[in-house]
């Protein structure tokens, strides 16, 4: 039974509260720290893509095609398909001559509010390119283009780039490839159900390269390095990943992934963590990360980026301050 | 510690659970069935408004200002912003001399994407009518007018508008009025938080309400009526709420709330319902509220309306089936 680690409250109550599991690992797999079960699986969604780009950079693709650190970046991103977003994701797919219906991702709104009001108000309907994960989607049709195999198909589980992509998977999580249940991701990639420990320790090895082959330590190093580089092309305008990366100055690179994940690097530590919210709230593992930076000195309580995140106010629609989130005790207890 | 009433699957998998507790009761408080723990107290937020329309009904302001079975649903609703919500308050406050500004809940967009989209593209901004709770704002000016009170500041706890809405759900619920805790709802009206297992006994009283004075007896079952009779105007278009009570064609009236609160009337029973889920997920209160409808004999299984929120399919951005969201056996073991 995993513990409370997020209570939201109104009117002084707590009015509802968000079980889960942080795990806190370091490259080889030695448990730094750990809240409730780090061994049950749990699908990383979006919180591993950094993992999912290892074949880009490994595989010679992005060298062979010009990818440079922005385009890495957006290969990491859930981005919110504001136009900094968009338009280097068309330029990227124009240089390794596929289109936007090579995506095998499906369309939707920015998630950024201003970009996908405009887009309504110009009558503009949203596109592949659109979709969050367009640059990790684009990511993959430049290793499939670099490898020489057909681009159609490339999100099938066993299409050549995603057997590449399981394997740096499961090596960085130190499990087997074949052992890793297999569920198809909200943009169509295959996602792989994952211990919450394992997670946490591929996500380390980001951040402590030592024991990887000199290949996949440079692609991780380059990775991570364009992940800090451009925190607002990893996610967007106000988003928290944005929001952590920048409070933690260069410290820690975090990464939201859907259903309640949020998984960090600590490469001065050598640490990775992995944050999975039981019933798979956003706002829960948000305020649970927040609070895991400040705990591991990665950035300090008090400042507006992380306190929009940690103990953000509760308020109506017009605005009254109704309510707050915020960790529990539980949470702040986890030994660091 | 609640059961885990719903699981969210991809690939075969849990990805997330939800934790709740279900209450059905009857109108004197027998405990017909309780899932989980009954006593802990939740904030009914939006779920109760039927019980905080009473006033409107009982106090004469609703025959005083021809307020018909439309309106009256409205006042119950947590509407949808679509024409026909907006359109019917907006006659509704002309007809007792208020205007928007007289509303206290601030503005939002529709909830129904299709008219949401429908203003960005023209270039309109949604003001407080389009608010989900425009209809029971509307009603609380109507008792302001009737009681030739004050309307500016009827939102407030201590408005004698507020104090009979909150003395007949203290009533209605079997609660000293004076010891429920208060909270502000997200329309800026107050909130009581009352257990779980008070607030089906006093959903219950609205279905069986033998045990009520006349007059506010004559006011349940108006109230009721005009619920059953306008699912729509109570919710809007493809809502659980709309969906639920026309799959239990007359037998059964449910209504949604924030944070993860369903509840529920049962008229042919004497039945009350009430749900909350621990994490205020709004898509396991569907689900739960599906599963009990069908258990409690309000509605069949297998039915579209029934399964779009029993067990709907999880898709993905290009609408590929990847999941699904299922009752757990702790709820199909509910005793009914």
Redesign the interface.
Known sequence: ?NPVLVE?T????V?????GAVAIVDAVGKRVAVLGDADA???PRSAFKALQALPLVESGAADAFGVGDEELALACASHSGEPMHTERVETWLARIDCVESDL?????LPLHEPTA?AM??A?DRPCRIH?NCSGKHTGFLTVARHLRVSVEGYERPDHPVQVLVRDAVAAMCALNPRSM????????AP?Y?IPLGGLAQGMAKLGDPSSLTPSRAAAAKRLTAAWKAHPLLVSGTGRACADLIMAAKGRTVVKTGA??VFTAVLPERGWGVAVK?????TR?AETVMAKVLTLLGSADEGTPEITKHLNPPIR?????I??ERRPTEALARLPA
């Open positions: 039974m939201v109104r009117g002084g109550q009015e509802s509260a968000h079980r699986a749990v699908f095998a991702c499906g369309p939707h009001h309504l108000r009558g979709n249940p297999v569920g198809i991701d909200g943009c169509a996602n159900a259903e309640g919210i039981d019933d798979g709230a829960a109506n629609w017009r605005a009254d109704v309510g």
